[in-house]
């Protein structure tokens, strides 16, 4: 190669590397502003892309100015106080360009209805996660057609929107003064929740054709007992529970548990067992004096909540209740013994519903 083709092929890639760098380095045309720092100490902006036009004004290092267009190594700036003008794009460092992302918008709600289910997913066949009180204020992140995706507390999921209202409860004003009365409350209440058999005792046990195999009460029980302490933690009671694992502690020893502890309520957890058609909710008490109240309160919750039937409140001589000089009671959520009503036992909807009506009756006990 002679040296003149290569002096030439050296002056073209230098070129070429020069202008991909301006091209690079700042958009030949701006869609948008683009915004880039001064880097020398001081920075003429000349009336044109040349070093022979008239000086407009100066800019100092560390400014930061708007780019609108460039061409051949000069940028034209765009200062809303002053005349446009062309500075030399060696002396400028290009900004990162910020994408402004719209801030995401939430609105409250209430519920309008007697109790709705907050789901993991936008179905009725969903898991259920909690159960949401009547008039309970939530707040919406987003909506699918019928399907709102909200927020409470420590929960995050779904909601038919149908059974949302953005009005809030009216608050009530009593026309006459009212006297002063005790809250419901549970906060520092010791409650003892005592899961029926467990361990070597299976207690009774069903066939779940939903399942399609056994289903043991122990089990049932546990599971009620540890959803039900949630909600009453949640709730400022201090829980305590006779088991918290497939054991069995003996009748007098979950008895000792809530004498030791001082128990404002005992409650112990069963499911029936009988024909394959008897159904229904039912609460034992022994002393009338001690346990009735108590028994009544969940009771009247429990058959409230699900709409099962009402087998009534009852006394027997049984041992956690029996011996127990706190105020103690026997519930039994259904039959397991029927089919048809362990497949609602056993729906996740079922135990959110059952372990806030027992909550719900403790409340109105301590009322």
């Not at 309520?265 to 039912?282: C, I, K, M, Q, W």
């Not at 309160?297 to 087998?311: F, G, L, P, W, Y």
């Not at 039959?335 to 009756?361: H, P, R, V, W």
């Amino acid at each position: 190669m002679s040296k003149i083709k290569k002096k030439f092929w050296v002056l073209a890639c230098a070129f070429v590397f020069v202008s991909m760098f301006y091209a690079n380095s700042i958009p030949a045309k701006a869609a948008s502003y683009q915004n880039a720092k001064i880097t020398a100490s001081t920075l003429n902006v000349r009336s044109t892309p040349s070093t022979k036009s008239a000086i407009l004004w100066k800019l100092s290092k560390g400014q930061i100015v708007k780019i609108t267009q460039t061409s051949k190594g000069w940028a034209k700036i765009d200062d809303p106080k002053k005349k446009d003008g062309w500075v030399s794009a060696d002396y400028l460092q290009p900004m990162p360009v910020q994408v402004k992302t719209p801030a995401a918008t939430t609105k409250s709600y209430y519920v309008n209805a007697s109790g709705l289910y907050l789901r993991k997913e936008a179905n009725t066949k969903a898991q259920a996660i909690t159960l949401l009180p009547n008039q309970t204020k939530v707040v919406e992140l987003s909506r699918n057609g019928s399907w709102s995706k909200i927020t409470y507390k420590p929960y995050t999921g779904w909601v038919s929107n149908k059974y949302l209202t953005d009005k809030a409860p009216a608050a009530s004003k009593p026309s006459v003064p009212v006297p002063q009365t005790k809250p419901k409350t549970i906060v520092g209440k010791t409650i003892v929740l005592d899961a029926g058999h467990g361990g070597t005792d299976p207690g009774s046990a069903g066939y779940s054709p939903a399942l399609k195999k056994a289903v043991l009460e122990k089990d049932l029980t546990l599971m009620m007992v540890q959803k039900t302490a949630a909600l009453l933690k949640d709730a400022g009671a201090n829980v305590i529970l006779t088991r918290s694992s497939d054991t069995y502690p003996s009748l007098q020893a979950r008895v000792d548990l809530a004498e030791k502890y001082h128990a404002d309520a005992f409650v112990s957890v069963h499911y029936n067992a009988g024909s394959s058609t008897a159904s229904g909710l039912e609460t034992y008490y022994y002393t009338q004096a001690k346990d009735q109240k108590l028994a009544d309160c969940i009771q009247r919750e429990m058959v409230k909540a699900t709409s099962m039937r009402d087998r009534g409140v009852k006394k027997e001589s049984l041992h956690v209740v029996r011996e127990n000089s706190q105020p103690a009671v026997l519930l039994e959520l259904g039959f397991i013994s029927n089919q048809k009503e362990l497949d609602t036992i056993i729906s996740n909807e079922y135990q959110i519903t059952m372990s806030n009506a027992i909550c719900n009756g403790l409340k109105n006990y301590f009322y």
